[in-house]
């Protein structure tokens, strides 16, 4: 799965990584949780420009990634899903072709300060949409 750790937390969102962490044209996930309750977050980094999302498929609700930290296709210009090949809009997330196309990937706020990034939702409203959470 993925390589990122939780950051410690901070006034204003918990701290995922430093915006120099992520290689340009490419991503970074983490995790959160535990068991069923276990929530996957990736970011995906253009420039200065991050984006972020729930790890989870809207298809069958799997990790995107095909390798801890690689969640786009071999062009950089789309979200691949490695389970079965859905691909989607780096910017918001809408699914251009696969099994859910017309879906989109659940955005996740974040907020740079810094040269960091933190996450600008509460941890536990994600940890509520985990699969299995309810
Ligand atoms: S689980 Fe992602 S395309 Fe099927």
Redesign the pocket.
Known sequence: MSGGHCGAGTPGGRLLCRLGDIPDGGGKGFWFGRDTARLGVFVVRKGNTVVAYLNS??????P?DWLPDRFLDRDGCHIL??????LFRIGDGFCLS???AGAKLRAVRTVHRGGEIYLAESLSDLLSQAPGST
């Open positions: 498929c809207p298809h069958r609700g799997t995107l899903c490695a389970t079965h090949g859905a696969g099994p859910c």
